[in-house]
């Protein structure tokens, strides 16, 4: 399925939450500094399954990918008026419940630059305002909403963990690479995306 | 763009990178948004710029600014003389007005001292704050707010300490001399009874005494601060002998500036360490460190630099 030799012209399998798949190429998925940590140097035996994201969600992120694959290194977050006419019209063409799905996804799969123009745009609606306009722009959840919200962050942490097992698992079949370490970077991975998920849960 | 946004729906960790991107102001008033925000601002207190915060009971204001002063933001504490606010919202449990001014806020509290005090824990568990007191000694309410802030474990960028009536002393500086370790700058200006000498039992990194007859050779000897700054000081041309004496010697270790203005310094063809003091430049004895000298009108200023 994948060869760690030549990422930028292979393509990887991402299955979705409808148990979709769909091809990504190796450049935009090196954008994803989860998909480094996981699989970029040991390979995937499979689809790479990131099923807590629809594919509508997981086609916006990876299409960002694409897009920047060609732009220069990422070198922090560019004001709001610096985004090209296409960043633009990538997120005006989102709508709300669009993009939130893909700040989530694209902060699970660690995507720097996409997560931090995502940020950039939300505290854009907040500059300029005093506490009564703030209070307006942003919705405050109820009790419950905030209980839905815990329950997603524990299976986000689940499915991290699910995805960090795939990574073992294609680990433990791939020979040709030195066992030892990359047993220990999935392991570590693993460790770290679980600690990751759990105290933002847990918050 | 998308309005109303649910902001907390976000995960823990995009909300960081949000907070971290807005201004002092805008964290502060989003903070006042509600208890649910304000929460998730503490959570990202870790994260936060370190500010610094002036505080000034003379013109009932708090300045909250950066440490490179190019984001700042004012939060004005009144007195609430019964202003009914429709819009009123919560501070440190404390409900009250809040009225938007250019580059601030002002908020109306029913008790002064306890407004000053609530903003103020407020901030802490926004920010990474240093303190800043200048004048406020002229409150009633000066040494109320030191001690709560030394209690709270703040540091200070500057602490001014000014005893508005001899009987403070005593207990005050008790309560302090022992936290002065969270000070960056210490200015004391005020004049002490003749009955009462500060003990320091820890040291901030700069002193500047400006009334510092009583701060003798002895205490002189033991301060480990970076910059020595005495006014009016009772030392003399001996005492110089004697401090630059230990500094040979490896006394002082942190001094980068020490400056001495005293009546009894004179520069009248006497010597220091058996040298002219006008071209005095000494080395420490196992040479690590080299100092000038600059002499004015009853005055000399020691720099010390490690040599090359």
């Known amino acids: ?203 | 763009m998308y309005s109303p946004f649910p902001l907390l729906r976000l995960p823990g960790v995009v909300l960081c990178e949000i907070f971290k991107s807005l201004k002092i102001g805008e964290k502060i008033k989003l903070s006042l948004c509600s208890k649910k925000v304000s929460i998730q601002i503490n959570n990202a207190r870790l994260y936060s710029q370190k500010v610094i915060v002036d505080l000034d009971r003379l013109c009932h204001k708090i300045k909250v600014y950066s440490e490179n002063n190019k984001d700042s933001f004012e939060i004005f504490v009144h007195f609430n003389y019964g202003i009914c606010d429709p819009n009123s919202i919560k501070v440190e449990g404390r409900t009250l007005s809040v009225i938007s001014v250019l580059h601030g806020i002002k908020t109306f509290w029913k008790n002064h001292q306890e407004g000053f005090l609530s903003v103020i824990r407020h901030l802490l568990k926004i920010f990474r704050c240093k303190f800043s007191i200048y004048n406020d000694f002229y409150s009633d309410l000066y040494e109320k707010t030191i001690s709560e802030l030394f209690n709270l474990q703040v540091e200070f960028k500057t602490l001014t300490i000014h005893f508005k009536r001899a009987g403070d002393q005593h207990l005050f500086w008790n309560q302090i001399s022992n936290k002065l370790g969270l000070v960056e700058d210490l200015l004391i200006s005020s004049t002490f009874d003749s009955d009462f000498i500060p003990v320091f039992t820890s040291w901030p990194q700069n002193i500047n005494i400006l009334n510092s007859d009583w701060f003798t050779l002895e205490s002189l000897l033991t301060c480990p601060c970076t910059t020595i700054t005495l006014w009016n000081s009772s030392l003399g041309n001996k005492d110089l002998d004697e401090i630059l004496k230990n500094w040979k010697s490896g006394g002082f270790p942190n001094l980068e500036r020490l400056i001495i203005h005293s009546h009894r310094i004179r520069n009248n063809g006497t010597t220091i360490l058996g040298m002219n003091l006008e071209e005095m430049v000494i080395q420490t004895d196992d040479g690590s460190k080299k100092a000038t000298f600059k002499l004015g009108y009853q005055s000399i200023e020691m720099s010390v630099t490690v040599s090359q």
Not at chain 1, 8 to 30: H, M, P, Q, W
Not at chain 1, 88 to 95: A, S
């Open chain 1, 1 to 203: 399925m994948t060869s760690p030799a030549s990422s930028s012209e292979v393509k990887y399998l991402i299955e979705s939450s409808e148990g979709n798949t769909f091809d990504v190429s190796g450049a935009a998925l090196r954008q994803s500094n989860t998909f480094n940590a996981m699989f970029l140097n040991i390979g995937a035996d499979g689809p790479i399954p990131f099923t807590d994201y629809n594919e509508a969600t997981l086609k916006k992120v990876f299409e960002y990918c694409e897009h920047s694959v060609n732009e220069e290194n990422y070198s922090g977050p560019k004001h709001q008026d610096d985004l090209s006419k296409w960043d633009l019209n990538f997120f005006n063409e989102m709508d709300q419940k669009m993009f939130i799905d893909v700040i989530n996804a694209s902060n699970f799969l660690d995507i720097e630059r996409l997560t931090s123009y995502c940020c950039e745009r939300i505290a854009r609606m907040l500059r300029g305002k005093n506490t009564q306009e703030m209070i307006k722009v942003i919705t405050l959840p109820t009790a419950e909403e905030l209980e839905a919200k815990q329950k997603v962050e524990e299976k986000k942490a689940a499915a991290a963990k699910k995805v960090a097992e795939k990574a073992a698992e294609t680990a433990e079949k791939t020979e040709t690479l030195e066992e030892l370490p990359v047993q220990q970077l999935v392991q570590t991975t693993r460790n770290k995306l679980t600690r990751k998920y759990l105290s933002f849960s847990n918050e």
